[in-house]
């Protein structure tokens, strides 16, 4: 398929090998950080791994809930509250927004969707990539910040189709049946591509401009 290189690129976030190489790139050793997801029937642990640079460490979530409980402030998951997912996940988003140095968006998915995966690397400027799925094996993937570090990341398939919106951002709409994407594309920086089958190209849209960015803390 066209959009394999993306979609293959994504596929690694569950895989322990593959991770443990990304982490590789950095100079510390990841952070092992367990989200479950609600997936059907039986909600299943995520690994997921967040590279911190040399000089920064991810704040844990923990500590995030607790420092907002002293203040009387929202916690992880309300500040996320319109995010697709339990409360982990909510709270990924959070501590995602709070260390990334970019707009963080997450999805607002029609029922029956849920957060299959997510992760995110701080070096380089930072990446964030999540993936959402329904039981009919519909799948919606997503990339945000500075993950054009090789072309197969950056290089956009398919023939445009207009505009479109990700989360109130406007960008291009690419269509290679079965596939639909939405890119801001340079020189937009960071970058947003959101990538998605399995659905016709109206209700792709629509779950497209339904993504909210989360509030940095």
Known sequence: M???SFSSARR???TL???VALAGCGTAAPTARIVFVTATPNPTPI???VTPTPTATATPA?????TAAASGSASPASAAAACTGTAANKAFFVEAAANLPFDVYCGVM???WWLESAEYQLPGGGHLDARYKNAAGAEIDTREGHFCTAPTFCAVMGSPAGSASFGGLSGTLFVVEPYYSIVLPPPTDPRYWIVGHGMGRAKFLQIAAAFVRVPRP
């Open 12 to 14: 690694g976030v569950v």
């Open 17 to 19: 090998a593959t991770a």
């Open 62 to 66: 923990a500590s995030a809930a607790a």
């Open 2 to 4: 066209k959009l394999a």
């Open 47 to 49: 690994v997921i791994y």
């Open 110 to 112: 029609p029922s029956g």
